[in-house]
């Protein structure tokens, strides 16, 4: 079956400029997750969806950064006012349930965000 | 909170030799612990996850992990590399007693297999 698809796989913007970052995860996986992976670095995580709602957005960096899941099923990450230490590359994933904390997440091929 | 660090940001070995990616975690409550490999310009993978149970928790591609509570250690081995096993190796505990799935990653280590 299908795996989890981002869109675009890269995305090059302007400093101050607004992008929109897609993701369609596992067919029925209800809970969705999004990171983000500087160089050199872990994935970090940025916001975490349970159906169509935000469970947890604690690791949102600050108030340009805004994620949306309307039916529960495709996400989009929304940046405003885009800066260059935003340039990296936005993981996500997905995984049946989320509840519990031991699903299996299934991540996709990543966005790379470069911000001039 | 919870954190993972993976000592070592390179690991080079020779095909055939034994493979040893070192984590260690922090966690005040019970971990649940997962290794993730990133080939490149691909997704994470799932190599294989330790919840609760049997301390050995064998994976895909000849891989295993061992918990290790009083070493807070979760390090990933596999007997004999192949060239296709270089790639980067993540660590990561689930957030918990949240139980959201959030992953805490470590910073990663990247494997290099030498024909």
């Known amino acids: 079956g299908a795996g989890v698809s981002q869109t675009p796989s890269n995305k090059v913007t302007e400093k101050g400029k607004y992008v929109e970052l897609r993701c369609d995860p596992i067919?029925?996986?209800?809970?969705l997750y999004w990171y983000r992976q500087s160089l050199g670095q872990g994935p970090e995580f940025l916001i975490y969806?349970?159906?169509?709602?935000?469970?947890?957005d604690s690791g949102l960096p600050n108030d340009r950064f805004f994620a949306v899941r309307p039916e529960g099923s495709v996400s989009t990450l929304k940046i405003q006012r885009t800066e260059r230490g935003d340039s990296a590359v936005y993981l996500c994933a997905s995984s049946p349930t989320g509840a519990g904390g031991t699903d299996t997440q299934y991540f996709g091929p990543g966005t790379r965000l470069t911000v001039l | 909170a919870q954190s993972v660090t993976q000592l070592g940001s390179h690991v080079s070995v020779s095909e055939g030799a034994l493979v040893l990616l070192r984590c260690n975690y922090s966690s005040s409550v019970p971990p649940y612990l997962f290794w993730y490999v990133q080939y490149p310009n691909q997704g994470l993978q799932l190599l294989l996850k330790?919840?609760?149970?049997?301390?050995l928790v064998k994976g895909i591609n000849g891989f295993e992990a061992e918990f290790k509570k009083s070493e807070t250690s979760f390090h990933l081995t596999k007997p004999s590399a192949h060239m296709s096993d270089a790639a980067e190796y993540f660590c990561?505990?689930?957030?918990?007693?949240?139980?959201?799935?959030?992953?805490?990653f470590g910073q990663g280590t990247t494997l290099q297999v030498k024909p």
């Open positions: 067919s029925g996986h209800t809970a």
């Open positions: 969806f349970q159906g169509t709602g935000a469970a947890d």
């Open positions: 330790y919840t609760t149970g049997a301390t």
């Open positions: 990561a505990v689930s957030d918990r007693p949240g139980n959201t799935g959030k992953l805490i």
